[in-house]
């Protein structure tokens, strides 16, 4: 394989992936949609450049919406999770990273209200953050 031949197969199994994740399709027209996409890299003619496209930036009200108790709703794929942490993780951002991209502020949280109760009850009430209690004196014999 040459090198375009290379980029235009890795473009297109790109493109398709994320089309596949989004919509939904028969089996029976994935190659079909496969040489669709092929045939119209190959027909551009163009070297491939790739381009950042500067994501936009969140609404107030949209930045809102995504803070629910039972989760928080993820601005790279609009899915809800407990934690954002290894979901960022997983796009190559740090929770810093992830607030600088989408325009959060710096107390914008990386987990959801209902978990972190749930789980600061739960270390609370095994004890965790407390001092050791002192050792009581033992009962002098009568």
């Known amino acids: 394989m040459t090198e375009s031949t290379t980029e235009l197969t890795v473009l ?12 939904r399709v028969e089996v029976d027209a994935l ?17 491939v450049v790739e381009v950042e496209v500067e994501q936009p930036k969140p609404t107030a009200l949209q930045v809102r919406k995504s803070i629910t108790d039972a989760g928080l709703v993820s601005f790279i794929d609009g899915k809800t999770y407990q934690t954002l942490k290894r979901h960022i993780g997983r796009h190559d951002m740090t929770p810093d990273d992830y607030r600088a991209r989408y325009g959060l502020s710096a107390d914008y949280p990386i987990v959801a209200p209902a978990y972190a109760a749930r789980r600061s009850e739960l270390a609370k009430a095994i004890g965790l953050g407390t001092k050791p209690r002192q050792a009581t004196k033992s009962r002098k014999k009568a």
């Open 31 to 47: 190659p079909n949609l496969i040489r669709a996409v092929y045939g119209a890299l190959n027909g551009l003619g163009v070297d």
């Open 12 to 23: 297109t199994t790109e493109i398709i992936a994320a089309y596949v994740e989004n919509n």
